[in-house]
Every structure is written in structure tokens, then in C-alpha cells.
């Protein structure tokens, strides 16, 4: 490297009070990002901690189901948790400033979620989505005080949320790229912590399975890294649907895999892999078809009294896979996974049956299939 010559303007400081000082971070702002990780962090108090449900299954099985409910978060989803820790991640870093526009690219429960936080915060909010989006769903993002800002493709969702974050001035949140380091998986407050809190006094307390989606990778993250943090027997499965790319991803083992299509559901599933997917921590994958997290998720509903989402019933499934499994060797042990969100938001596609006919798919085959594998499943 070469050497940087003298600035014959700017001589070289002989005493203490010549040293070059500049000082970039002022009193006002400080105690504005101050006072925006407390109203976090207050947040994460009010928020009481969701219900491990278990699933009453045949008891000489010797097999534990539970769905960690993360629909129970004021935003609806498990992106509350996500939201509140990139939110966090910008503030620690320094990234946002008063006054500064937060962006980002989703049309779903992240777009929610971080419309909430902005807006706990005192920050204004765009979630750059395409045209395709349902009313319904610009309308929670309104409703937690977002604005949408339409563009016509999935794939300029991204470009585009860059491009109005340069132009104004703002912070594009990337939830893509930063959702995997935002969260402390080592223990403070995140979601494996209180699952194995929850699971102490079971029967299994350590899983034989964490089953989890990807959308963008963050919570397998979190959830593999702290399983092995904690030197946990415990497997990490990743239940993947069509069209995604990180079941190529991990099983290849490459970069940069593009299916070139999204998947149909919501919420998991990404025609690309994304940088917060982390192959390395996944012990085994499962790919589920549409058509079975749709069944999953009307399955669970029936046993819930409630509807849940499809990216729940995608869950489900692997589920299911891992139970027939552990039966067919003899095994005991018990499964976590989570129920995402709520399925009200899909009661005009996953739960309608017309659209369901349109997409071509037959749920009865899956249906039956689940029904024999998790009989009746009512939370106990």
C-alpha cells in the first residue's frame, strides 16, 4: 500500500488540543436513537411470550408435537420478532437517523410488521410490493401507518427499494441480507431461547426435530446456530416449497441458484437464495408441493378451530414426515415447529375453495394422508 503524502494545508497536530477531532454524532441525535431502543425494548416487555401448543396425539406413541404460535404478536406473525430485531440492528449501527425514510421490499407479514415498528418509532414507512398484492394486504400495511409503493414485478421489488432509499435519502432495511445477523441467536430474548424454556418441564425436553420454513432464512439461522451453541441433539429441519431455491442451495451446495419463478406461498420460498440463508446450519430438508401446504394448513385449522396459515401447513407436513419416520423405527422424542401466522389473512385464496380449483390442485390425497399420519391434532 502506498504511503499518503503530507497535506502541507493540514500540518501534523504537535499537542493534544491540535489532534484532528470530528464529531459526527451530536447529543440530539444520540438521545433520539436512545429513546428508540427503549420504546423496543418496551415493546419486547409488553409482548407476552406465545404459546407452545402440543398436539394431543396417541399417547403410546411416545412422540410430542408442538407449534410454537407466533400468530399471537400484535402484528400477527412471527416477522414481529424480525422487525423488531432489524429495527434494532439499524439503531445500534447507526444506520437510522430522525427523520429518515425506512424502506423495504414486501408485500406480506414483514411489510406489516415493520410498518408497526416505524411507526412505534416515529419513522416513516414504504413497503415497495407489486401491483399483483391484494387489497387486503395493502390494507394491513396501511392500517400500521406504512405506504405502499407499487411496482410490476416481484423481481423490482428489491432494485427498487435501493434505488428509493439512495434518492431520499433513507434506509432500505434489506430484511434479505440482514435478518440472519440481526438476531442475537446466543440467547437474548429470541425465539429458540423461549421455546426451550417452554419445553423444561416435557416429557422430551430437548426436540429430536426443530421443524421451520425459510423466507428469508433468518429464523433456521438462529435456530441452528443456538442448537449448536448449546450443544443440543437436537436436527434442524427446513421444510421448502416448489420453486424455491434453497433446496438447491443445500443440497449443491452453490451460490447464486435462480428457479426464475416464485413460490405461491406466502411467506416462504424464494426464487433465489438469499444472503441470510445459511445451508451450513440445515441438517436435512424436505420439499413440500403446494398443493400439500395448502391441505396442511386446513388440516391444522380444522384441529385448531382457527385457520392458519399456508406456510404453517407446510410445516405441517414435514411434521407429519418425520412422525410417520419416528414411528416406523421405534422411536420416542418429540418435534417443535411454528405456526406463523393466521389464516385469516388467506381466506380469499389458501381457504376458498374456487381459487384453490384454479391453481389445479387436489388437496383430498393430502388430506387423507395427514389425517393418518397426525389424527385429529387438537391442542391440548
Excluded at 63 to 84: C, F, M, N, P, Q
Excluded at 209 to 221: C, E
Excluded at 275 to 301: C, K, N, T, Y
Excluded at 355 to 378: K, N, S
Aim: aromatic share 6%; charged share 25%; with cysteine.
Amino acid at each position: 500500500m502506498g504511503r499518503i503524502p503530507a497535506d502541507p494545508a493540514h500540518p501534523a497536530p504537535t499537542s493534544l488540543a491540535e489532534l484532528n477531532d470530528v464529531d459526527r454524532l451530536d447529543a440530539q441525535t444520540r438521545e433520539w436513537v436512545a429513546e428508540r431502543i427503549r420504546r423496543l425494548e418496551a415493546d419486547d416487555r409488553r409482548s407476552a411470550d406465545t404459546h407452545l401448543l402440543r398436539l394431543d396425539l396417541p399417547e403410546d406413541w411416545g412422540i410430542e408435537v408442538y407449534l410454537k404460535d407466533e400468530s399471537t404478536h400484535v402484528t400477527g406473525s412471527l416477522k414481529h420478532r424480525l422487525a423488531r430485531s432489524l429495527f434494532m440492528y439499524a439503531l445500534v449501527n447507526g444506520w437510522l437517523r430522525p427523520g429518515m425514510n425506512v424502506i423495504e421490499a414486501s408485500s406480506g407479514s414483514t411489510a406489516v410488521s415493520e410498518a408497526h415498528m416505524a411507526r412505534l418509532l416515529g419513522v416513516p414507512f414504504v413497503a415497495v410490493v407489486p401491483h399483483s398484492t391484494s387489497a387486503a394486504k395493502i390494507a394491513l400495511i396501511e392500517g400500521e401507518g406504512g405506504r405502499c409503493h407499487l411496482v410490476e414485478t416481484a423481481e423490482q421489488m428489491a432494485p427498487e427499494a435501493r434505488r428509493l432509499a439512495g434518492d431520499t435519502g433513507g434506509l432500505f432495511m434489506d430484511q434479505f441480507t440482514f435478518a440472519e445477523r440481526a438476531t442475537d441467536w446466543r440467547g437474548h430474548n429470541n425465539i429458540a431461547t423461549s421455546t426451550f424454556e417452554q419445553l423444561a418441564e416435557e416429557p422430551h425436553p430437548i426436540p429430536r426435530w426443530i421443524v421451520v420454513g425459510a423466507g428469508t432464512g433468518g429464523s433456521s439461522a438462529t435456530l441452528g446456530r443456538y442448537v449448536r451453541y448449546h450443544r443440543h441433539a437436537t436436527g434442524l429441519c427446513v421444510a421448502d416449497v416448489e420453486n424455491s431455491a434453497f433446496f438447491p442451495t443445500w443440497l449443491h451446495g452453490g451460490t447464486g441458484i435462480d428457479t426464475g419463478r416464485g413460490s405461491r406461498i406466502e411467506g416462504i420460498g424464494r426464487p433465489r437464495s438469499e444472503p441470510s440463508f445459511l445451508p451450513e446450519v440445515v441438517d436435512r430438508m424436505i420439499q413440500v408441493p403446494d398443493a400439500a401446504s395448502v391441505a396442511g394448513a386446513r388440516h391444522l385449522s380444522a384441529a385448531l378451530g382457527r385457520r392458519v396459515g399456508a406456510s404453517t401447513g407446510t410445516n405441517l407436513v414435514a411434521v407429519a414426515r418425520l412422525v410417520t419416520e419416528m414411528r416406523r423405527r421405534g422411536e420416542s422424542g418429540s418435534i417443535v415447529t411454528l405456526l406463523c401466522d393466521s389464516g385469516d389473512r388467506y381466506r380469499d385464496t389458501y381457504f376458498d375453495d374456487d381459487w384453490v380449483a384454479a391453481q389445479a390442485w387436489d388437496l383430498d390425497p393430502w388430506l387423507a394422508e395427514l389425517e393418518a399420519a397426525l389424527p385429529g391434532p387438537r391442542p391440548v
